[in-house]
């Protein structure tokens, strides 16, 4: 009646219509978890399809299934070409200020973070097909490394993206319907154990809180020092856990943070601060540009940028990390060229922005930076602007004396003796913990 179909005739249809896609489907995408018709609408692929109650059941329009089934199979995918999704080290209590109820990558650490054996095996076998928006992603899970914490999971670059453009969808449906958040349920992970953290990315250094004696605040005694050198030297974690963070200088630190580009320590911070500044998503050289970035280049600014230059070779200089750049350079020298549209008690910036890169600082006048819009109302993937490395620089050089002078008072090119000659390439490996770049 009036196009309506039942919610197990849309799932077949769902599956029949993807067969063919390079994307795997499954028959259960709009009755089986995490599905949930009575919230008013079921995920398919990156569609929001709205749910109706008719006739003492739920159902859904067949054109809007078929709609979303035509979108699915105009994806295409190179299942060679993946994208990390896991394990990390989720802080306690942490979660995005945008998360939705599909909120992907926690579903699938907590089914995976499941003990292994038999009795796992036998539930891969034997259960339901798993699906997220109607997407069968444990046909596209690889899995590398041994057992315990040096397991690491990837999805395709194309299934990554698609379930972030289906979580951005759900979000904005909400929004728009006038439903507030759901109350989360994802799952909380507790901090790891120093020797798993160090075991599963060497990147950081964790330690144990010492109870022997009150954290004392850290006053730059690790400054123009070398972490590759400083994480071999014994009792440097017992060391890092003597301090205060040296951001919000509130809890004590658990790691050490280091700039990825020049190798030099920053500082040691607590694991809260040093997840705050990580990407939101990132796809090899582009990264989303989260809304926590408003508060580390505006009321955050002279803590944030301190610290950042506490690596010798970024305030020597006047710059930041590529990512942190290109960031910087999406959320405020851009800020302009950002549409928006009619909202709610205004007007609201369009779509989520996303900053991508060709080139490396290692080479500035090949290196490029470009702006864009992704899920914009007026066309998606709208591009804003492309600023050559250089100028990119120039401008933050500029906006840093205007926004923090006593941070650009301690920067300049007075110690550039003994930097590296050609500092280590940003992306050296984008399957570090946490995908810890910075």
């Known amino acids: 009646m009036d196009g309506l179909i039942t919610l197990g005739a849309s799932g077949a249809l769902w599956g029949e219509l993807t067969a063919g896609s390079a994307v795997p489907t499954t028959f259960g995408a709009c009755t089986r978890a995490p599905a949930h018709a009575e919230a008013g609408y079921v995920l398919l692929g990156a569609e929001v399809v709205a749910t109706v109650r008719a006739g003492g059941g739920w159902s859904v329009a067949e054109a809007d299934v ?13 299942r060679q070409d993946v994208v990390r999704v896991g394990p990390f080290h989720w802080a306690q209590g942490q979660g995005s200020p945008e998360e939705t109820p599909l909120r992907w990558r926690r579903r699938i650490a907590e089914e995976l973070g499941e003990p292994a054996g038999p009795g796992r095996a036998a539930r891969r076998r034997g259960g339901p097909p798993h699906h997220l ?7 596209l899970l690889v899995e590398q490394g041994g057992g315990g914490a040096r397991r690491t999971w990837w999805l395709p670059r194309a299934a990554v993206r698609l379930l972030d453009a289906a979580e951005h969808a759900e979000a904005r449906w909400l929004h728009s319907a006038g439903r507030a958040r759901p109350v989360s ?61 040296a951001v919000c200088r509130t809890a004590p630190a658990t790691v050490l943070d280091h700039c990825h580009e020049h190798g030099y320590v920053r500082a040691p911070l607590c694991t809260s601060c040093n997840t705050q500044e990580r990407p939101d998503h990132l796809y090899g050289n582009d990264i989303r540009v989260a ?148």
């Open 185 to 245: 349920t994802h799952l909380t992970v507790p901090p790891p154990h120093p020797r798993q953290a160090s075991e599963a990315d060497g990147r950081h250094m964790t330690a144990p809180q010492s109870r022997d004696a009150e954290p004392r605040p850290y006053k730059g005694e690790l400054e123009d020092q070398l972490y590759a050198v400083l994480s071999r030297r014994p009792g440097t974690s017992r060391q890092v856990a003597g301090w205060m963070c």
């Open 133 to 139: 928006a109607g997407i069968d992603w444990r046909q």
């Open 291 to 438: 809304g926590r970035y408003e508060r580390l280049f505006a009321t955050g600014t002279d803590d944030w940028f301190r610290h950042w230059h506490r690596c010798t070779g970024c305030r020597a200089r006047v710059t930041l990390p590529l990512p942190h750049l290109a960031a910087w350079t999406a959320r405020i020298a851009c800020r302009s060229l950002r549409p928006t549209h009619r909202a709610s008690g205004g007007r609201a910036p369009c779509g989520s922005l996303r900053v991508s890169w060709t080139g490396s600082q290692n080479a500035p006048r090949s290196c490029l930076l470009t702006v864009a819009v992704d899920f914009c109302p007026s066309g998606e993937h709208r591009l804003l602007a492309q600023v050559p490395y250089r100028e990119a620089v120039e401008r933050f050089r500029t906006w840093l004396v205007e926004t923090a002078p006593a941070v650009a008072a301690a920067a300049g090119p007075d110690r550039l003796d003994g930097l590296p000659a050609r500092p280590r390439p940003v992306i050296e490996d984008t399957s570090g913990e946490g995908l810890a770049l910075f």
């Open 66 to 78: 078929r709609r979303a089934a035509e979108e699915l199979n105009a994806v295409a995918m190179d």
